[in-house]
């Protein structure tokens, strides 16, 4: 059992950012949900290691980019913009199958923000 989001968390997507489509960098994400919070944490480096982590209710759009190599390997970067105040655009970079995982996020997106009685509207 994997416990370093806590006991009761689990992991529905992990990717990491794909190199001419192979997962060869120190950069993974993972989107971890447990019964009090759901959110997207992005790892980075390996001697040192920055985690910054997302909650999805502050997630207010979503957008995909993908360049002509991009689609030859099935990769593309999706970027959540939110109200987050360090981190108002994020960017997951080379994510296999994007527009999936883009429909995974906007669904556990919508159940996060009905979890905390969020409406888009109150963003602003």
């Known amino acids: 059992m994997d416990t370093r989001f806590g006991s009761n968390a689990t992991i529905i997507w992990s990717d ?3 190199i001419l489509g192979m997962p060869i ?4 994400y ?3 949900v447990s019964d009090e919070w759901e959110k997207i944490f992005i790892k980075t480096g390996v ?10 209710y502050r997630i207010y759009d979503i957008k995909i980019t993908q360049s002509l190599g991009q689609k030859m390997f099935n990769v593309g970067t999706i970027s959540l913009y939110s109200n987050d105040a ?3 655009t994020t960017d997951l970079v080379n994510i296999k199958n994007p527009y999936k995982v883009r429909n995974l996020l906007s669904e556990q997106i919508e159940k996060s923000r009905d979890r905390k009685g969020v ?3 109150e963003f602003y």
């Not at 960098?25 to 993974?28: N, V």
């Not at 001697?47 to 999805?56: G, K, P």
């Open 86 to 88: 360090t981190n108002p």
């Open 30 to 32: 993972s989107l971890v």
């Open 47 to 56: 001697l040192s290691t920055t985690i910054d982590e997302l909650n999805l």
């Open 119 to 121: 409406r888009v509207g």
């Open 25 to 28: 960098s120190f950069t993974k």
């Open 16 to 18: 990491k950012k794909r």
